[in-house]
């Protein structure tokens, strides 16, 4: 394996800086030209939601799944911005009443391109980290009643709940968000995806191993991976051992 020397280094950490640097200005550039005060409208009598999905969490979308049976009983209607892996799943068990298909973080030109397929939002719910600089613009052009975010520093952050990203975890998150839209009495019970049929329980894996993330570099590496799953099978030799993937990471979990 060949090393990284001193410079090398040295020039992988100049051209991270620059790159921070470079988002950094571009947040300022949007913050000064579309991060504006949402204005002051009545919510239509058919409240419409619309919830940011496009991180591709399956995780948390199903952690958060309560969110579409709980606001369904404010007579309220459902959209939903996601990636093309989780549309079926909010459609046909979360029950969701419009799911549009995204990339991952679309740019500013497919956000422009969404705005004209969305009519009449009330709310929007954005608990990813900060709104990027294409984000804020679409908001600027969405023009919501409401934009509940994490985000607290924009003034288009008119429900700030930056309080919430180190005290609620991701159901309290919502649940908060449902009680300020006038929920009362709260069902948080996650709904779980499951297939049609269901393997017997004798075939099925024993334990559950997952050593992907949402990206890559947050997720093991092959070595580490496998070191794991070594030390897994070496503890419970007697159980089945089953590897959870996604589509995108199928190829690799064969391996």
């Known amino acids: 394996m060949v090393g990284i020397g001193p410079l090398s280094k040295g020039l992988m950490s100049t051209l991270l800086s620059l ?10 550039i949007f913050r000064l030209l579309a991060d504006k005060p949402l204005p002051t409208k009545t919510p239509g009598e058919k409240l419409h939601i619309l919830l ?29 911005l996601t990636v093309n892996e989780l549309a079926e799943m909010h459609t046909n068990t979360f029950g969701v009443d419009e799911v549009i298909v995204t990339k991952p973080h679309p ?9 004209n397929q969305l009519s009449n939002v009330d709310v929007v719910v954005h608990l990813v980290g900060r709104l990027q600089p294409a984000e804020i613009v679409f908001m600027r052009l969405l023009r919501p009643a409401s934009l509940y975010s994490l985000d607290d520093s924009l003034r288009c ?20 968000i449902l009680q300020d839209l006038g929920a ?22 024993q334990i559950l191993f997952n050593p992907y993330a949402s990206r890559r570099d947050k997720g ?13 099978t070496d503890e419970f030799p007697d159980h089945s051992v089953g590897i959870l993937c996604s589509p995108s990471t199928l190829h690799s979990a064969q391996l």
């Open 107 to 115: 740019g500013l030109g497919e956000l422009r391109k969404l705005v």
């Open 220 to 232: 093991l590496s092959p070595s580490r991976a496998t070191a794991v799953l070594q030390a897994i």
């Open 157 to 176: 952050v008119n429900r700030k709940m930056g309080f919430a990203a180190n005290t609620l975890n991701i159901v309290e998150q919502y649940k908060y």
């Open 184 to 205: 009362k009495a709260i069902d948080t019970q996650y709904i779980v995806p499951l297939p049609a049929e269901l393997p017997p329980a004798a075939l099925s894996p």
């Open 19 to 28: 790159k921070i640097l470079r988002k950094a200005i571009s947040r300022l």
């Open 52 to 80: 940011l999905r496009w991180d591709a969490k399956l995780g948390d979308s199903i952690v958060s799944s309560f969110f579409f049976r709980e606001s369904r009983k404010l007579n309220a209607r459902l959209t939903v």
